[in-house]
């Protein structure tokens, strides 16, 4: 049984940095892809950034050059850097992991993004 644990969340000033990290309990390299989701009050879920077992890594436009998502396949860990925040980036961020026909997610983590 996969177990996804996720950290970092909190509240930061507009321009702030925060960065979440999602703790896998096996080995990252074999599942298929892992990212971070988001969901506002009142919103569906979103993706906002995702990285595959070989690296390739894709944002949703409203990130690109604030966000950056790496991780450490010693640790088995997926972290999401979160740069120059904005109030609209408020919202639970869940980790994700996909691998053959399953998929689970962390427990969420909330950002809160105000002065």
């Known amino acids: 049984q996969v177990q996804l644990v996720e950290s970092g969340g909190g509240l930061v000033q507009p321009g702030g940095s925060l960065r979440l990290s999602c703790a896998a309990s096996?080995?990252?390299?074999?599942?298929?892809?892992m990212g971070w989701y988001r969901q506002a009050p009142g919103q569906q879920r979103e993706l906002v950034a995702g990285i595959s077992s070989v690296g390739i890594i894709a944002y949703t436009d409203s990130v690109k050059g604030r966000f950056t998502i790496s991780r450490d396949i010693v640790k088995n860990t997926v972290y999401l850097q979160m740069n120059s925040l904005k109030p609209e980036d408020t919202a639970v961020y869940y980790c994700?992991?996909?691998?053959?026909?399953?998929?689970?997610w962390g427990q969420g983590t909330q950002v809160t993004v105000s002065a």
């Open positions: 096996r080995n990252i390299l074999s599942i298929n892809a």
């Open positions: 994700n992991a996909v691998w053959g026909t399953s998929a689970l």
